[in-house]
């Protein structure tokens, strides 16, 4: 019995010390938390709730399960915890389709801004604008003017219609008057391979798809696709550099919950998040993924939202680009 008792002791003393193991019964979390991912193991959203969920089930004493739930451009993931219970145990570890999608699909099971609160953007990964080694252009301005001078477009590939590798020359296109033709495939994968065999001349795959073939000469980079330049090509400019004021385009990647989840639980999730994301060895594993830190809070997030189901919807009524 002295023995139980100086045991109930020490594990009384030990949650003193360290509240983050001291959840009380009633107390967020207190069972496993789901972390849904709308894309398959090994994407972008992917690697960062794995790396994500490893730390967070550290810090709060209960797993953090990631469930792969593919199919609609991520719709049918995003729908599954739309309409999960908003307790903070169902998450999302959200992207660019969250923006894009409502402009390509008809029938969406969910709206983002109504059925989703923002918890916290993680991380983005840059694009880059990549040519054929044979295609007589290596800025951004000498492929404008190229394209203008051609009796035909320029053909780009893309990962498929719709996806951010599409809309992302269709920005450059309207904003600059460049005459680029579309060539949509079935993923990145033999878009890479065409245009590194020359059966394509451009493209715009995320940095981590491209990164290989440009380390090796295979390709050619022209200009990265966010605001600030890729710590992974620091002498690659960024397509605002090439004085096209406002571009900016990642494949991001952030927390949601369903609407009305738990003040509790996401006041939580936002302060560990921070601390993850802040902590040198995660952003260290998320370069070498070829992604970038970017943390931005409840607030900050939902603007940035705002901004990018504006800024899409736009370019996709640019470009005719629909699903469905």
């Avoid at 660019?96 to 923002?118: C, G, K, T, V, W």
């Avoid at 053909?155 to 809309?167: A, E, M, P, R, V």
């Avoid at 004021?245 to 494949?251: C, E, M, N, Q």
Wanted: with cysteine; proline share 6%.
């Amino acid at each position: 019995m002295r023995r139980l008792v100086l045991k109930g002791l020490g594990a009384s003393l030990m949650g003193a010390v360290g509240p983050v193991q001291a959840q009380s019964s009633t107390s967020w979390p207190s069972r496993p938390v789901r972390l849904v991912v709308p894309f398959s193991t090994g994407t972008a959203a992917d690697l960062v709730a794995r790396a994500l969920g490893t730390r967070l089930s550290t810090m709060w004493g209960q797993s953090v399960l990631i469930e792969n739930v593919q199919g609609a451009g991520g719709n049918i993931g995003a729908a599954t915890v739309a309409k999960a219970p908003a307790d903070g145990y169902t998450l999302l570890m959200g992207g660019i389709n969250l923006a894009i999608n409502p402009s390509l699909y008809r029938d969406m099971q969910y709206e983002l801004q109504r059925d989703f609160r923002p918890i916290a953007l993680v991380g983005v990964a840059p694009l880059v604008i990549v040519a054929n080694p044979s295609l007589p252009a290596s800025t951004i301005p000498e492929l404008v003017a190229l394209s203008k001078q051609s009796d035909k477009p320029i053909l780009y590939g893309s990962g498929g219609n719709g996806s951010i590798t599409h809309l992302a020359l269709e920005m450059l296109k309207s904003q600059t008057g460049a005459s680029l033709s579309h060539v949509p495939y079935k993923g990145i994968a033999q878009m890479m391979t065409d245009l590194i065999g020359n059966q394509i001349p451009l493209a715009c795959p995320a940095l981590a798809s491209a990164l290989g073939a440009i380390q090796s000469g295979r390709i050619k980079a022209l200009a990265v696709t966010t605001a600030q330049r890729s710590s992974l090509l620091p002498s690659v400019p960024t397509v605002r550099e090439a004085g096209i004021a406002d571009f900016d385009v990642s494949a991001w990647n952030g927390l949601l919950a369903p609407a009305r989840t738990l003040d509790e639980a996401v006041t939580r999730i936002l302060s560990d998040v921070d601390s993850v994301v802040r902590a040198p060895d995660f952003v260290e594993g998320l370069r070498k993924q070829a992604l970038e830190p970017d943390f931005r809070g409840p607030e900050a997030f939902r603007s940035f939202l705002s901004g990018e189901l504006e800024k899409w919807s736009r370019l996709a009524r640019a470009s005719g680009a629909r699903m469905d």
